[in-house]
């Protein structure tokens, strides 16, 4: 007589809540300047469907290269003077967590979108995805940290608009004939992007998208086809970043696509050096169960996020991309 297999226990949003309680000591950034993405990864788990023995031993297995928070006494914060100071972050999270508890998560987004969407490419759009992250999560203390990360980290990219509106097209191949500047030695993501903000020549294009109804949709589109046919790590930011656009859209203060997002996504692409793909290089072959399944198994934190963020976009707006995307990360 065959005896059945147990079915492992679901993860839990208790469960998820508790591990970001106990994740609030660890230090949001490791490495000097790379993001924490123990939070991140945590909810996307749980929202894939990862059971609570695979969310707690993958937590487990990526807190080993995690830094504990250094302890600091958080100061007053002057809002314009101090976005963009690492050293801020733990005001920043204070700041934001009394505003949280003082007027409620809904009115404290509406409250920080304003001041933080003109630096979106914060720390290659972490705080951006922390954020919506955290908003799905339903969990106001890492709501705090995910805004105090965007605020610490801030980067606006000027610009300058010098012509009219372009499609999305014509956006891109303007920007494309750029001159590349030069990167610093060894930099990062976030530094390449600051690189081509320092340009004239980027602040002249980069704000002439023109915007409409459908343009997170089209940028969130371009990413994944471009991540399907190149496999390119900072493109999937570019994904990643705009499925928290999307997760933040009711919180935003105006009905249309911050202009400061695309803007952020000029620099992300030319910053991946990637060239932009409009078409499947194929078309996707497995199905979103087989493809979930696979997520949660990963370790990488990035393809457990990349394959969240492709999935629920997919719902929202059907392409054969999304899942073409993940594909790319999750190879047979």
Known sequence: MLMKTATPAPATLAQLHHLLDAG???????????????????????????????????????????????????????????LGRPDSEVAWQAHFAARTAQDGAAAALREALPLLLPGTGAIAFHGLIRTGHAVLAGHEGELAAGLAHWAAHFLPLPTTADGPPLELADWLQVLRQLPRPVYPAGGLITDRMQAWGNTPDFAAVAGRLRHGPDTLRELALLAARTYAATGNFTVLHLLTGSHAMSVLEPWWPAPELAPSFSIAAAAGLLASGAEPAWM????????????????????????????????RLGRRWPDPAWRRAVERAIPF
Do not use: F
Request: aromatic content about 6%.
């Open 24 to 82: 609030a000591a660890l230090s949001p950034t490791y490495r000097g300047r790379l993001s924490n993405h123990l939070p991140m990864a945590q909810q996307a788990l749980l929202e894939l469907g990862a059971s609570a023995a695979r969310l707690q031993a993958w937590s487990e297995g990526y807190e080993a290269h995690l830094e504990p928070r250094v302890a600091a006494r958080p100061a007053s914060i002057t809002v314009h003077r101090d």
């Open 280 to 311: 499947l290089d194929r078309p996707p072959s497995r199905p979103w169960p087989a493809l979930l399944a696979a997520a949660c198994e990963q370790d990488d934190a990035h393809v457990i996020k990349l394959t969240h963020a492709a999935w």
